[in-house]
């Protein structure tokens, strides 16, 4: 079923040559000795462990799915998944970025981030349950009360227990404030938690010894609204003091979810019957604690798209150099063959090089916002850790709609590539745009993500963190403004830098007479914020190139090839995405409900 290579090499120059990581963190004591080896020895055992375990199980595990005993209440992983997770715990996988102090291996993030994204590539369904791990440590790590942290994040980093998050309910998505789960406090300081959750990933399995649940609740005299939601950490089993599992906690997982891909992911409605749980952080202030959780979550979506664009590319690039189908336009290419490789076409290229800009330009936004995010929690000086913050809180979003939007752009042009074999289950390729479709929803839908940016993290502060970025390709533009070389990359880049600078103040000054112009420009607004980072961190690459691509290494020649084509491409769709959201709310809002 196909391949998966890790891109190591691309991976090795975004983190570099493009970002000089071994420099940045030399400035963060925790990371001092982090150095290039030792990087690379950790992708390279990564890309074989993802190709070698994790790959061969995609397709078989999307045939198979999870099985639920109604009875027993419990789940079955495909064939395979446990087996691979038992192996991803031995080889150390789930301690990589976490705290020495609970048995992590404290490498930083831009590291793991790196090695997620492989994961994705190979397994989306199969990384979902040790990536929400992740996030319960997270937050756990920076809400946990003492006790907490000692009894959960050991085994939380070590990979003996899994964890998720619980938020959705079937009458409530998004609008949190609606949720109606209760917790009753018991006079031993825990809770009796009661309701009904949906759409849980790795909600319920035998892969791990314990599943953690982090549950949003509410307290019997909490206020309405989102200002009454307190979180809450409740175990599949009751740990014992010495850290072993006791008694079974009633959180039972109801039904699995009949969904369009991710079918090896046990996506389960769980319901609890008076489970034990204990407080998390603040009564009342558990939403603020589980950001820490879906911020987390957010990258992480944005990674299972960018490792879907990878191995989608990688395999339509294999069918397109193989399959044969008529003649190129300008002349017979493979003489010796009965037709040329459909590589030859023009727009097959098109669709190959689409997937291929998205992916190089998605591993490199994703792998500054996570230095970005070892910078926010690990340098010594405040002023940087403070710059770094307002960058994550900017870009968050845009890695979340962006790279997702894309995903589903790119694997379904790799899909287009292969013709009707791509519609069929047994080429792989329909399966990476079912699961890729997923990913536009989770964790705030990409529509909520693009009011984040517009309301929130722009219009909100007046355009404060959006102007700290934008000094950034300014900077960069006038740099490199004189030199001959970079101008097919830096005028378009400085011109869409001016435009979104009018087009956020033009929203703004409409936003004051009408809010609904906010909605109405978010989600076009994202894409050409989306675009105009993609486009400095491309020009950024071919700066690199231009000055490498005469040293007889053919990958510079492929980057500077590739980044071409994004400008030449892919970037003119602000134009249009412009004239969107300059258009208004009017349009949108003109007919009565009723007229539709």
Same mark, same amino acid.
């Given at each position: 079923?196909?391949?998966?290579?890790? &891109?190591?090499?691309?991976?090795?120059?975004?983190?570099?040559?493009?970002?000089?990581?071994?420099?940045?963190?030399?400035?963060?004591?925790?990371?001092?000795?982090?150095?290039?080896?030792?990087?690379?020895?950790?992708?390279?055992?990564?890309?074989?462990?993802?190709?070698?375990?994790?790959?061969?199980?995609?397709?078989?595990?999307?045939?198979?799915?999870?099985?639920?005993?109604?009875?027993?209440?419990?789940?079955?992983?495909?064939?395979?998944?446990?087996?691979?997770?038992?192996?991803?715990?031995?080889?150390?996988?789930?301690?990589?970025?976490?705290?020495?102090?609970?048995?992590?291996?404290?490498? &930083?993030?831009?590291?793991?981030?790196?090695?997620?994204?492989?994961?994705?590539?190979?397994?989306?369904?199969?990384?979902?349950?040790?990536?929400?791990?992740?996030?319960?440590?997270?937050?756990?790590?920076?809400?946990?009360?003492?006790?907490? $942290?000692?009894?959960?994040?050991?085994?939380?980093?070590?990979?003996?227990?899994?964890?998720?998050?619980?938020?959705?309910?079937?009458?409530?998505?998004?609008?949190?404030?609606?949720?109606?789960?209760?917790?009753?406090?018991?006079?031993?300081?825990?809770?009796?938690?009661?309701?009904?959750?949906?759409?849980?990933?790795?909600?319920?399995?035998?892969?791990?010894?314990?599943?953690?649940?982090?549950?949003?609740?509410?307290?019997?005299?909490? &206020?309405?609204?989102?200002?009454?939601?307190?979180?809450?950490?409740?175990?599949?089993?009751?740990?014992?003091?010495?850290?072993?599992?006791?008694?079974?906690?009633?959180?039972?997982?109801?039904?699995?979810?009949?969904?369009?891909?991710?079918?090896?992911?046990?996506?389960?409605?769980?319901?609890?019957?008076?489970?034990?749980?204990?407080?998390?952080?603040?009564?009342?202030? %558990?939403?603020?604690?589980?950001?820490?959780?879906?911020?987390?979550?957010?990258?992480?979506? %944005?990674?299972?798209?960018? %490792?879907?664009?990878?191995?989608?590319?990688?395999?339509?690039?294999?069918?397109? $150099?193989?399959?044969?189908?008529?003649?190129?336009?300008?002349?017979?290419?493979?003489?010796?063959?009965?037709?040329?490789?459909?590589?030859?076409?023009?727009?097959?290229?098109?669709?190959?090089?689409?997937?291929?800009?998205?992916?190089?330009?998605?591993?490199?936004?994703?792998?500054?916002?996570?230095?970005?995010?070892?910078?926010?929690?690990?340098?010594?000086?405040?002023?940087?850790?403070?710059?770094?913050?307002?960058?994550?809180?900017?870009?968050?979003?845009?890695?979340?709609?962006?790279?997702?939007?894309?995903?589903?752009?790119?694997?379904?042009?790799?899909?287009?590539?292969?013709?009707?074999?791509?519609?069929?289950?047994?080429?792989?390729?329909?399966?990476?745009?079912?699961?890729?479709?997923?990913?536009?929803?989770?964790?705030?839908?990409?529509?909520?993500?693009?009011?984040?940016?517009?309301?929130?993290?722009?219009?909100?502060?007046?355009?404060?963190?959006?102007?700290?970025?934008?000094?950034?390709?300014?900077?960069?533009?006038?740099?490199?403004?004189?030199?001959?070389?970079?101008?097919?990359?830096?005028?378009?880049?400085?011109?869409?830098?001016?435009?979104?600078?009018?087009?956020?103040?033009?929203? %703004?000054?409409?936003?004051?007479?009408?809010?609904?112009?906010?909605?109405?420009?978010?989600? &076009?607004?994202?894409?050409?914020?989306?675009?105009?980072?993609?486009?400095?961190?491309?020009?950024?690459?071919?700066?690199?190139?231009?000055?490498?691509?005469?040293?007889?290494?053919?990958?510079?020649?492929?980057?500077?090839?590739?980044?071409?084509?994004?400008?030449?491409?892919?970037?003119?769709?602000?134009?249009?995405?412009?004239?969107?959201?300059?258009?208004?709310?009017?349009?949108?809002?003109?007919?009565?409900?009723?007229?539709?």
């Amino acid at each position: 079923m196909g391949q998966y290579i890790a &891109p190591l090499r691309d991976m090795q120059f975004v983190l570099h040559e493009l970002l000089q990581v071994e420099e940045e963190l030399k400035a963060m004591p925790k990371h001092a000795e982090t150095n290039r080896e030792l990087i690379d020895q950790v992708l390279e055992e990564g890309g074989k462990f993802t190709s070698q375990i994790l790959f061969p199980l995609n397709h078989s595990g999307d045939r198979e799915g999870c099985h639920l005993d109604k009875v027993t209440h419990e789940v079955t992983p495909p064939k395979g998944f446990k087996a691979a997770y038992k192996q991803y715990v031995e080889a150390g996988w789930p301690s990589v970025s976490c705290d020495p102090e609970f048995g992590g291996q404290g490498l &930083p993030l831009v590291v793991n981030n790196s090695f997620y994204e492989m994961m994705n590539s190979a397994n989306q369904a199969w990384t979902m349950y040790p990536g929400l791990s992740h996030g319960a440590y997270e937050c756990l790590h920076e809400h946990g009360t003492p006790e907490q $942290k000692a009894l959960y994040l050991p085994k939380l980093v070590s990979g003996e227990w899994t964890g998720t998050m619980c938020l959705t309910e079937s009458h409530c998505g998004t609008d949190l404030g609606m949720l109606r789960s209760k917790a009753e406090p018991q006079a031993d300081g825990s809770f009796k938690i009661s309701g009904g959750k949906i759409f849980i990933s790795a909600g319920e399995h035998d892969m791990s010894e314990n599943i953690i649940h982090l549950v949003l609740a509410r307290l019997p005299d909490a &206020p309405a609204g989102t200002k009454g939601i307190s979180l809450f950490v409740v175990p599949k089993f009751l740990p014992n003091a010495d850290g072993s599992v006791g008694a079974r906690n009633p959180i039972f997982c109801g039904a699995i979810e009949e969904k369009m891909g991710i079918h090896g992911n046990s996506t389960c409605q769980m319901n609890m019957d008076e489970a034990t749980g204990w407080l998390i952080g603040q009564p009342n202030k %558990g939403l603020n604690a589980m950001f820490v959780m879906m911020n987390a979550a957010r990258l992480g979506v %944005g990674m299972q798209s960018l %490792g879907l664009t990878e191995v989608a590319f990688q395999n339509a690039l294999v069918y397109a $150099k193989d399959r044969l189908q008529m003649r190129s336009l300008t002349g017979v290419k493979a003489p010796e063959k009965a037709a040329d490789p459909i590589i030859v076409h023009p727009d097959v290229r098109r669709m190959l090089l689409t997937a291929k800009a998205y992916a190089e330009g998605g591993r490199a936004f994703s792998s500054y916002v996570a230095l970005q995010i070892d910078k926010e929690l690990n340098h010594p000086d405040e002023d940087v850790r403070k710059e770094a913050a307002d960058e994550v809180a900017l870009l968050t979003p845009i890695i979340k709609s962006f790279l997702t939007d894309n995903g589903w752009i790119a694997t379904s042009e790799a899909l287009q590539v292969y013709g009707g074999h791509g519609f069929i289950a047994e080429w792989g390729m329909e399966q990476y745009v079912r699961d890729s479709r997923i990913n536009m929803i989770y964790e705030g839908t990409n529509t909520i993500q693009s009011l984040d940016l517009l309301g929130r993290k722009v219009l909100m502060d007046n355009g404060a963190k959006l102007r700290k970025f934008g000094a950034k390709v300014q900077a960069f533009v006038e740099e490199n403004g004189t030199d001959e070389a970079m101008a097919e990359f830096i005028t378009p880049l400085a011109d869409l830098g001016d435009k979104v600078t009018k087009l956020t103040m033009e929203i %703004g000054m409409k936003a004051f007479q009408n809010p609904d112009e906010v909605g109405a420009a978010a989600v &076009p607004y994202l894409r050409v914020v989306g675009h105009m980072v993609y486009a400095y961190f491309f020009a950024r690459m071919a700066k690199i190139a231009l000055e490498k691509q005469d040293g007889g290494d053919k990958f510079y020649q492929s980057k500077l090839g590739t980044a071409r084509f994004y400008f030449a491409r892919l970037l003119p769709e602000t134009a249009m995405l412009i004239r969107q959201a300059r258009s208004g709310s009017a349009s949108l809002m003109a007919l009565d409900a009723d007229l539709f």
